[in-house]
Nanobody, 128 residues
Framework: QVQLVESGGGLVQAGGSLRLSCTASRGSFSRANMGWFRQAPGKEREFVGAVSWTGSGTYYADSVKGRFTISRDNAKNTVYLQMNSLKPEDTAVYYC?????????????????????WGQGTQVTVSS
């Protein structure tokens, strides 16, 4: 069973940048496809992006494409979400999640049902 802990959230002005980290303990992180999700107040949790277990495949929601980048360092059991050109609408609690299944459309389109393990979330607030 994989345990995930996010960090790096905070308050930033619009146009600024933040890098979130998600570190895994226990379990086979290096073989897990990883996803980032976010939930804004009063809204459902939504997919942000995903990275394959090898790191060679990445997918992003249209709302963040070109601004956010996901990467991973399997030696450090860590996946990153680099967020640039932040907008007030990016304000949300950000979660990382792990999927032990295959790298397929369910994982790269953010089907939350295939992500079995979730972190506790980290708050990102973007001021205008």
């Amino acid at each position: 069973q994989v345990q995930l802990v996010e960090s790096g959230g905070g308050l930033v002005q619009a146009g600024g940048s933040l890098r979130l980290s998600c570190t895994a303990s226990r379990g086979s992180f290096s073989r897990a496809n990883m996803g980032w999700f976010r939930q804004a107040p009063g809204k459902e949790r939504e997919f942000v992006g995903a990275v394959s277990w090898t790191g060679s495949g990445t997918y992003y929601a249209d709302s963040v494409k070109g601004r956010f980048t996901i990467s991973r360092d399997n030696a450090k059991n860590t996946v990153y979400l680099q967020m640039n050109s932040l907008k007030p609408e990016d304000t949300a609690v950000y979660y990382c999640a792990a999927s032990a299944g295959p790298w397929n459309a369910d994982t790269w389109t953010g089907n939350q049902g295939v992500y079995a393990f979730w972190g506790q979330g980290t708050q990102v607030t973007v001021s205008s």
